[in-house]
C-alpha cells in the first residue's frame, strides 16, 4: 500500500515544528514527510532586528535544518516554493515539482508597502538573514564614507513604524551606533536615529505604562519619534512625510528600514484557496477553508481571537504552537480519526526588547520592565530553540548573556 | 633670546621620526620644536593594503602619536596644512597659522591618477585610514548584495597597477575573499579579481624570478593579471581597458582600486618651491633648492640612485632615514655647524608581502621567497615601530605572527 505524503512548504517556527512533531509522531511507516525550504538553514526571525544592526552574528540566528531532522522519517528538499496548484494536489517548485496527500504552507510573511512609492526600491525590510546582512553592511558603510563626504545625512536612519520590529530595530541600533562611531572616528552627536509611525502610538496595543518606558528609554539614547506622521515616499536620500494637511516635509536618510507592515506570502494568492493580503482565514482546525488536505500555519494563517474579535498578531509563538497542533491534527488523520483539535493560542506572555538589556513586556499576565524582562525574552527566544531542536540546540545557540 | 623654532608638517614616517629624533638631540631651550598633523594619529601607510582587504583592523596600523612625543619638547597641533608660504617663512594652516626659521615638509603622497577619466570619482586609492577601511565596507557591502541582485559584476575587483601596493592588496585579497564568501554564503568561483598593469611586467625593478613567484602565487589563488594593458576610463561599474590599437575592452566590477600611481602632496605647488608631480629634487643634504629653512622628506622628496640615475622609489625605509638626516642637520643648523650631513639612502632590502604567510624580497643583497621572506617583512614592519616609538610601541603594535 502506498504511504501518504505529507509535504510541508517552509522551515520557519511553524514549518520546522510540524516537521519535528511529526517525525516523532509517526512511524517510519505511516506517511513520508517532505519539508522544502528556500535556504538549508532555519533563521530565527524574531533576532533579526539584531543581525540587521549588527549586534549579533547573523550565523548566531540560524542553524542548520539537517541538525534537527530525523532523516529516517523526514526528506528535506531545498529549493524554492513557485506555485501551489491545490485542485491538482501538487506544488511547482523552481528545480522539480511535488505532489502531496497533505500539505502544510508555512511560507512566512513578506513586506507590505501599501503601494507607498519607493519603499521596494529604497527601503530595507528585516525579513531574512540575507537583508539583515545587507542592512548592517549599508549602515557600516554609510559610516565608511563620513570622513570622505562629510555628510551628516548618510549617518542618519529612518525607521518605518513602531510595532514589534521597529521598536527591537531601534533597540539595538542605539547599542550600536556608539561601536560604530568609534569604529569610524565619528562624533556620535552626528548620528541621528529616527522612527516614524502613522499610527497614533507606539507599540499599538501594548500597555501604555510599558510603551512609556520603551519611549522615554530610547528617546534619552538619542532616538526621535515621529508619531502620527505617514511616509509618503521614499527615495535614496531619505523620504518625505506628511505634515499637516496638505504639506510634505523632507527627512535626509543615508539609511531607511521599513518595519511597518507583514502580509502573508505571494505564493498563497495564486493558490486558489480564498485570502487578504496573502493570509488566509483558516478554520478552527487549522485547514484551508474549502480544502480538507491543506493547512496553513504561520504569517499565512490568519486566526481571530474572539475576545476582542481582531486577527492574533502573527508570531513565533503562535506559529510554534500551530505546528504542534497541525503535526496532532495530521497524525490523527493518518490514522483515520476525524476528531481534529481546534487551534486556540494560548499567549504565554510577549516581551518586547530594548537592546541586550533592556526590554519591556508581559509574561503570565504581570508586566515586566528592565533586567526582569530582558531576562524573560532570553528565556521566550532560548524556549524556541528548545522545542523545536532539543537541549543540544539550545545550548549550542541560546542566549546566556544574561546580565 | 628667542629660541628657534622648528615646524614639521606630517607625522608619517619621515615626519614623526625628525620629531623624535630632534626631541632627543635638542634640550629643551635650543628650540621650540611644533608637529602638524591632520590626524592625532599615526598611520603606517606600508600596512594600509592590510587594513583595505580588511585583512588587519584599521587599529592595528595606527597609534597615537601623542604616545611617542616628548611633550615637554614637542607641540603637537592637529591641524590641516593649507599653504606654504616659504617666503614669508610662514604656513597657514586651517584653523591657524604657524611661523618657523625652520621647516620640515613631511606631508606624504597623493595618489596620481594621471588624468585618466574617471580614476578620481570612482575608483578607491589605498591612501590613508579613512580611505583603508571605507575600501574593506565598500567589498564587504557589494558582497552583502549578492543574495537579492544575483549580480556576479558587483563581486568583482579590478586593481589598476602591479606595483607594490598593488601586488601586497592582492596578497591580502586572496586571503580575504574566502572569508568573505563564508560570511555571504557565495560560492568562491562567483567572485573574480583581476589586476591590470600598462607596463609590460609585474612589479617592475624587482628580480624577475621574483616576479614570476609572485605572479604564479596569485594566479594559484584566482586572481588574473592583465600586463600591458591601460586603463582607460573608470565607472561607477567597471573599467575600459585598451585593447591592440584601437578596440576598448570593458571590465564589469564593483570594486576598482587604483594602486598604480603616487605625487607628492599638492600644497608643494602653491609654495613657490620648483617640483614635478610635487615632488621636489632636494639638495644632498636634504634642503629645498634655494631655500636653507627648509627640509623636504619623504613622498614629496626626489632622491636621485646616481648608479642608475633613476629617482629612488619612495619608500618608508627612506623616509624614516630623511628623518634622522634632517634631525641631525637642524641640530647642526641650531649649533652653528654648517656642514650638514649628505643623505645617501642605505637600501637594507625591499620586501613584498603576498598575504600573511608569503612574500618575495631581497635582504641584504639574498633572494628570499614564501616563509623566510615574510618573516623578513614582518620583521621590517616591526623596526619601523622600534624606530620611532621604541620597544614598548613594538611591542603593543608589532607583528608577532611569525607561522
Given at each position: ?9 517552509g522551515?520557519?517556527y511553524?514549518?520546522?515544528m510540524?516537521?519535528?512533531k ?6 517510519v511507516?505511516?506517511a ?21 544592526a ?7 540566528v540560524?542553524?542548520d535544518?539537517?541538525?534537527v531532522?530525523?532523516?529516517n522519517k ?8 513557485m506555485?501551489i ?12 515539482e ?8 508555512a ?26 546582512r ?10 565608511s ?7 551628516d545625512n548618510k549617518?542618519a536612519?529612518?525607521?518605518g513604524?513602531?510595532?514589534?520590529t521597529?521598536i527591537e530595530f ?9 561601536k ?11 548620528v541621528k536615529?529616527?522612527?516614524?509611525e ?9 500597555d501604555?505604562?510599558?510603551v512609556?518606558?520603551?519611549v ?10 515621529k ?9 535614496p536620500?531619505?523620504?518625505?512625510v506628511?505634515k ?5 516635509e523632507e ?5 531607511v528600514?521599513w518595519?511597518a ?6 505564493v ?14 483558516v478554520e478552527?482546525?487549522?485547514r484551508a ?5 491543506i493547512?496553513?500555519i ?13 486577527p ?9 504552537q500551530q505546528?504542534?497542533?497541525?503535526a ?14 481546534k ?9 518586547c526588547?530594548?537592546g541586550?538589556?533592556?526590554a519591556?513586556?508581559v509574561?503570565?499576565?504581570?508586566k515586566?520592565?528592565?533586567?526582569p ?16 531542536g ?5 545550548l549550542k545557540?541560546?542566549?546566556f548573556?544574561?546580565i
Amino acid at each position: 500500500m502506498k504511504k501518504p505524503k505529507i509535504v510541508i512548504l517552509g522551515a520557519g517556527y511553524g514549518g520546522l515544528m510540524t516537521a519535528t512533531k511529526l517525525q516523532k509522531a509517526l512511524g517510519v511507516n505511516e506517511a513520508d514527510i517532505v519539508l522544502v525550504n528556500k535556504n538549508d538553514y532555519h533563521y530565527e526571525t524574531t533576532w533579526l532586528h539584531e543581525a540587521s544592526a549588527g549586534t549579533l552574528h547573523h550565523d548566531r540566528v540560524r542553524y542548520d535544518i539537517k541538525n534537527v531532522l530525523d532523516r529516517n522519517k523526514v526528506e528535506f528538499v531545498q529549493d524554492t516554493v513557485m506555485e501551489i496548484k491545490a485542485e491538482e494536489k501538487k506544488v511547482l517548485l523552481e528545480k522539480s515539482e511535488l505532489a502531496y496527500d497533505y500539505l502544510v504552507v508555512a511560507l512566512g510573511g513578506e513586506s507590505e508597502t501599501f503601494g507607498i512609492k519607493g519603499l521596494k526600491e529604497y527601503a530595507f525590510s528585516i525579513v531574512n538573514v540575507n537583508a539583515a546582512r545587507r542592512i548592517r553592511e549599508h549602515i557600516e558603510y554609510q559610516f565608511s564614507t563620513y570622513h570622505d563626504e562629510q555628510d551628516d545625512n548618510k549617518l542618519a536612519i529612518v525607521v518605518g513604524g513602531a510595532g514589534f520590529t521597529g521598536i527591537e530595530f531601534l533597540g539595538e541600533l542605539v547599542e550600536r551606533i556608539p561601536k560604530l562611531c568609534q569604529e569610524y572616528d565619528v562624533e556620535q552627536s552626528k548620528v541621528k536615529i529616527m522612527c516614524v509611525e502613522a499610527a497614533p502610538t507606539v507599540l499599538p496595543g501594548f500597555d501604555p505604562e510599558l510603551v512609556k518606558y520603551a519611549v522615554s528609554f530610547l528617546e534619552g539614547k538619542g532616538v526621535e519619534f515621529k508619531i502620527g506622521t505617514a511616509i509618503k515616499e521614499c527615495a535614496p536620500d531619505g523620504i518625505k512625510v506628511g505634515k499637516g494637511e496638505d504639506e510634505i516635509e523632507e527627512i535626509k536618510a543615508g539609511t531607511v528600514v521599513w518595519a511597518a507592515g507583514v502580509r502573508g506570502n505571494a505564493v498563497i494568492e495564486t493558490s486558489g484557496i480564498e485570502s487578504m493580503r496573502a493570509r488566509v482565514k483558516v478554520e478552527p482546525d487549522l485547514r484551508a477553508p474549502g480544502f480538507n488536505d491543506i493547512f496553513i500555519i504561520g504569517d499565512c494563517a490568519l486566526v481571530i481571537n474572539e475576545e476582542i474579535n481582531r486577527p492574533y498578531p502573527p508570531t513565533a509563538q503562535i506559529a510554534m504552537q500551530q505546528g504542534i497542533a497541525v503535526a496532532k491534527n495530521i497524525a490523527k488523520l493518518m490514522r483515520n480519526q476525524n476528531d481534529l483539535e481546534k487551534f486556540v493560542p494560548d499567549i504565554k506572555g510577549t516581551v518586547c526588547s530594548l537592546g541586550d538589556h533592556n526590554a519591556i513586556g508581559v509574561v503570565y499576565g504581570k508586566k515586566l520592565v528592565g533586567t526582569p524582562a530582558s531576562f524573560m525574552k532570553k528565556v521566550i527566544d532560548n524556549r524556541a530553540l528548545l522545542m523545536i531542536g532539543g537541549i543540544s540546540l539550545m545550548l549550542k545557540k541560546g542566549k546566556f548573556n544574561f546580565i
